[in-house]
């Protein structure tokens, strides 16, 4: 789709913006003096799987600014499910089409209630203040422990990945990766590889951590309470120009970082914590 000639000339248009808390944010974002539009296409891997889709809008939602108005760009040639197109509502301001980005000023000048803005933004409170608590621990503890790959020792509390209630399909699924969950605790073990970006490796930890405690209507994030989670990792994640972001999109989702070689270790790690 040829977007850039359809946006007004007073907007500024960034291509796959790169915000410090989403792992994986909209494909476009317009910003004027009246506000931000934030522009998301559907993917490849999304059109199958629309939890993937709802996944990164969910993660903006939570990090951009609450009058951030998100919007699904339709293209002919890329029909959305019918997933999508139910539930979509609740996530996205609009449903639009190429032509319709033409009337962008239009669009940023709808303002919401100031209720909705108000619950946004108090919903925004919440997540960081944990987001900052975690992360401030994840830094003490990668201060004080050399990360090494380590033989971990698979007991009994493995034997059943983790699962979550999928809102979409009402059914309970289980996660392909290695999350379990014992005890109202959850424990993710993962060895990071020098072929992928650590980023990508995490987003399915991040993803389930949106799944299984985050949820949006009318573009309202919401969520009850934040489980124990331990995310074990054989090295440090960075990220090339933002080496810290992995580490702090943990922290947003709630994951406490070790580097352990049983679930003792990683029960010790979160022990302290209340859920």
Do not use: C
Not at 189 to 216: Q, R, V
């Amino acid at each position: 789709m040829n977007i850039a000639k359809e946006i007004p000339n007073n907007f500024i248009t960034v291509e796959n913006p790169d915000h410090p808390f989403t792992y994986d944010g909209p494909d476009r974002l317009l910003s004027s003096k009246d506000g931000l539009i934030a522009i998301f296409e559907i993917r490849e891997n999304e059109k199958n799987n629309s939890n993937k889709l709802f996944s990164r809008v969910t993660n903006s939602i939570i990090a951009y600014p609450s009058f951030t108005k998100m919007i699904l760009l339709l293209d002919s040639k890329n029909e959305p499910s019918n997933s999508i197109l139910k539930f979509g509502k609740y996530y996205f301001k609009e449903f639009l089409e190429l032509k319709d980005l033409k009337k962008s000023n239009l669009l940023i000048q709808d303002k919401e209630s100031d209720y909705k803005l108000k619950n946004i933004k108090h919903i925004q409170k919440r997540i960081f203040s944990m987001q900052s608590k975690v992360q401030d621990d994840n830094v003490k503890y990668i201060e004080k422990n050399n990360f090494e790959i380590k033989n971990f020792s698979m007991d009994n509390s493995f034997k059943e990945k983790a699962k979550y209630f999928d809102r979409l399909s009402h059914r309970s699924v289980t996660t392909r990766a290695n999350i379990y969950e014992f005890q109202e605790q959850y424990f993710a073990i993962k060895k990071l590889s020098k072929s992928t970006s650590d980023l990508k490796e995490l987003k399915p930890y991040y993803e389930f951590a949106i799944n299984s405690e985050f949820d949006i209507d009318n573009g309202v994030p919401h969520f009850n309470y934040i489980k124990k989670k331990v995310l074990n990792l054989s090295e440090i994640p960075i990220s090339r120009f933002d080496p810290f972001k992995p580490i702090r999109v943990a922290s947003l989702f709630g994951w406490y970082i070790s580097n352990s070689d049983s679930r003792y270790q990683l029960e010790e790690r979160i022990s302290k914590f209340k859920k």
